[in-house]
């Protein structure tokens, strides 16, 4: 069973940006801004590069990944969702999935990414472990 409901889910397809973190080689968290989506239950996001967070999580697959909602709870703070999970990285895929992601996050008519020949670059899949945050994600 799925740890991400049905408020969690329709966050992550929402369009909101995700900021996700992996681990460095020296445990220090790397950071970067992220257009996620679901495929069933794993959240998805592609990379047309090996850019270091894909080298961190083929060392640590350990990751984080935070999507902050535009609303404010009752006493002033903003909702925001933190999956905590497993990440696995495989080759290809992510021009399609990129094309998929930029209806949402750019809009309908976009071509993306926006060259010829993109590189088959590389999906990473996160499996759900645990789901914190502010807001009804439990």
Known sequence: MSVLNETARQLIESGAPAHFVTLGKGGSPQMSMVWVGLDGDEIVMAHLEEY?????????????????????????????????????????????????????????????PPMDDPPRGYLTRITPERVSGMGDWR
């Open 52 to 112: 270091q967070k894909v080298r961190n999580i083929r060392r640590d697959p350990r990751v984080a990944l935070s999507i902050a909602t535009g609303r404010l709870n009752a006493i002033g703070m903003e909702e925001h969702l933190i999956v905590y999970g497993t990440a696995c990285i495989t080759e290809g895929g992510a021009p399609e999935l990129l094309q998929r992601l930029a209806f949402t996050y750019v809009g309908p008519d976009v071509v993306f």
